[in-house]
């Protein structure tokens, strides 16, 4: 089944095509990378997603819905959560308060967006510092926060956007199987990830971009051996070599 | 005990005018407490939302104005202007909310400023309507202080406790996640937008409360006195500042203070340098006496650096760290 679709997707800033002509399919249950080199304009379809800037052209469709041109804010209660690449948690407040900003959403009052909080606290493994501000988190857990936020928002669709740049070899495999568990709790996802490691392990199937335009697209070995994305990551020589 | 502190202050203040009947004290007192009500509104606004205004003269003014030209026109008592200043301070927030909302930051800062001097504009203008640099004069209702002080005190404990009741349920949650950062309130599925005006418009009722006592209290009003930048807005700011920006009862604790100082260079320090000047009749004394008690507005900036220094979070945000410091000074001084 179709979860989520984006139908040639156009973005122009100014001159510039960030994103041209991208399409894709992404059906329920799957973990669904997104690869490019910088500037590929991986974030910019996130953006576009989340409504952050408005779409020069082509149409978003969620559950067979056409959300293109609903606000951000109106995204995230349909069911789309969403984290940043840098993160933003809300500095002065405790990481429970964070969650429960977050859980205010779907929950109907104070105490049931508590519960939430704290189940969600506990499934992403952050209870143990539930109490501390937000701000003195060290980067693993500041990213950590970001997905259970979004988490607490219920969504039915994840965008995760690089929660694993930045991360040591150890915070690495804990991410991979935060992931997962999201995954098998019925989440779908799209990742936008550079460390190969985590995208290869986990996606299910993967999109390549490159200046904003579709280089290629299919299950994980596939991509990584598509003469088209080594061009991209790594120069001419490498594709034919 | 400290639970308990909020509940015996309280105490003290019903108890204070049957005590201590001198009307002098307690008419600072009431300005305390109009002041307190205006800071917790202009706390929910700036301190716990982040969207610092510069205009609440331009809701205290409107509260004022309801209840004087009710009472001016129509006859009826200005009490009735303590219902409806709050809403038509209301009616002014929501279309510039609306509107100006769009911007961030220091603009959004700098439109509010802008509606402080559009409404002082137009009431001194719309003469037919509010007679203009005239002002309104009405009757006051009791002759004593102590009604008043009971009804601003009332007040006072309404809007603290509102806004206590506000930060704990979920607006207070929004208000703080808009404050922290837009983007993310936004993507958590917050209307930033729409908080943003829930937000200005608690803020613009208590002020506008706050106005109509102020115009029953004085009985007397006019544009520059409501709508004045410097005594209003700048005012209502440093109360939250010095109070404690995005706490419960820094309001409270910042207007004692601000009337307090007001008033020391007002009386030029309780006439102290009067008194100096008679005893040693220098020339410098008599001049210093002269211009002292107009010199408040210098005491205010001299006290936001002190402030801003020591305490950046204000009296109550840093209230461990003053305590803390007299107990250092304290242990200090026992060990030499």
């Known amino acids: 089944m179709i979860l989520f679709e984006v ?47 408005p779409v020069t052209g082509g149409n978003i469709l969620f559950k067979d819905q056409d959300i293109t ?25 405790s990481v429970l308060d964070n969650v429960i900003a977050a859980a205010f959403s779907k929950a109907k009052n104070k105490h049931e967006a508590r519960d939430v909080a704290m189940e969600t606290l506990e499934f992403c493994g952050l209870s143990h510092r539930k109490e501390i501000i937000a701000r003195s988190l060290p980067i693993g857990e500041r990213k950590r926060l970001e997905i259970t936020r979004a988490m607490a928002t219920r969504p039915e669709l994840l965008l995760l956007d690089e929660t694993a740049a930045g991360l040591n070899p150890t915070e690495l495999d804990e991410a991979i199987d935060l992931i997962k568990k999201i995954r098998d709790k019925g989440v779908t996802i799209i990742i936008v990830e550079h460390i190969m490691k985590v995208i290869m392990t986990i996606s299910d199937r993967i999109h390549a971009i490159n200046f904003g335009q579709t280089i290629a697209q299919g299950v994980p070995k596939e991509v990584s051996n598509n003469k088209a994305v080594i061009e991209a990551y790594l120069g001419e020589e490498y594709a034919h070599g | 005990m400290k639970k308990f502190l909020p509940l015996i202050l309280l105490i003290i203040l019903i108890i204070f005018p049957l005590v201590y009947k001198n009307a002098y004290y307690q008419h600072l007192m009431i300005l305390v407490f109009i002041w307190v009500a205006i800071g917790s509104g202009w706390n929910v606004i700036a301190g716990f939302t982040g969207q610092v ?27 009735w202007g303590m219902a409806f200043g709050g809403f038509m301070a209301m009616a002014v927030a929501f279309p510039f909310g609306w509107i100006c909302f769009r911007l961030r930051g220091a603009y959004f800062a700098l439109a509010s400023l802008a509606l402080n001097e559009v409404c002082r504009h137009i009431t001194t203008i719309a003469e037919p309507l509010t007679q203009g640099m005239v002002g309104i004069l009405i009757m006051p209702s ?128 309780f006439g102290f340098f009067k008194g100096m000047a008679a005893l040693t009749g220098s020339d410098f004394l008599i001049i210093a006496a002269k211009y002292i008690s107009q010199a408040h507005v210098l005491g205010f900036g001299i006290l936001v650096v002190l402030v801003i220094l020591y305490l950046p979070n204000g009296i109550v945000g840093d209230w461990n760290k003053i305590i803390g410091r007299f107990f250092s000074f304290k242990k200090k001084e026992a060990a030499t």
């Open chain 1, 7 to 53: 139908k040639n997707l156009v973005k122009h800033f100014g001159g510039l095509a960030a994103v041209n002509n991208v399409s894709f399919q992404v059906e329920k249950g799957e973990i669904f990378g997104l690869i490019g080199p910088n500037g590929s304009g991986k974030t910019t379809i996130f953006n576009c997603i989340s409504s952050y800037f």
């Open chain 1, 69 to 93: 041109s609903l606000k951000t804010n109106k995204i995230c209660k349909i069911g789309i959560g969403r984290t940043f690449q840098v993160v933003k948690p809300l500095g002065r407040l």
């Open chain 2, 53 to 79: 205004s510069f205009g609440d003269a331009a809701f205290f003014g409107t509260g004022a104005y309801t209840a004087g030209l009710l009472a001016h026109h129509f006859q009826i008592s200005a009490w």
């Open chain 2, 142 to 269: 009791f002759l004593s202080k102590i009604p008043y002080y009971y009804i601003a005190l009332a007040i006072a404990v309404f809007s603290v406790v509102f806004v206590q009741f506000v930060m704990k349920s979920k607006w207070g949650y929004y208000f703080l996640s808009i404050r922290e950062d837009q983007d993310a309130a936004e993507s958590l599925g917050i209307d930033t937008h729409r908080y943003k005006m829930v937000s200005l418009n608690i803020a613009a009722f208590l002020t506008g409360m706050a106005g109509a006592l102020f115009m029953n209290y004085m009985g007397f009003i006019d544009p520059e006195v409501v709508f004045s930048l410097h005594d209003i807005s700048i005012m209502a700011i440093l109360v939250g500042i010095v109070g404690g920006v995005g706490t419960i009862y820094g309001p409270a604790v910042g207007a004692f203070v601000m009337v307090a100082v007001h008033e020391f260079f007002r009386t030029g320090f």
